[in-house]
């Protein structure tokens, strides 16, 4: 069977992103290229920062949260005097 290693995955990206950076440096230029791809990781880790923090707001933190309240016994019959 055949299978895909880590080596042949990157390989692949790079034959995908060697023409695209060409083709983008081309277009914007050095510094516009690198301005493009300094404003576009800023951007992607504000998203990310966002997104991380709305569900930390949803979710209590481990240990935070009240237990589930136990049902209680039921209790014996006090004897009869």
Request: no cysteine.
């Amino acid at each position: 069977m055949y299978r895909t290693t880590p080596e042949r995955q990157r390989s692949a990206l790079l034959i995908l992103a060697s023409p695209l950076g060409a083709a983008l440096v081309a277009a914007l230029g050095a510094r516009g290229t690198l301005l493009a791809s300094a404003l576009g990781t800023i951007g992607l880790g504000l998203i990310t920062a966002a997104v991380l923090a709305a569900a930390r707001r949803r979710a209590p933190a481990a240990g935070t949260a009240v237990p589930p309240r136990q049902p209680e016994r039921p209790r014996a019959a006090a004897p009869r005097a």
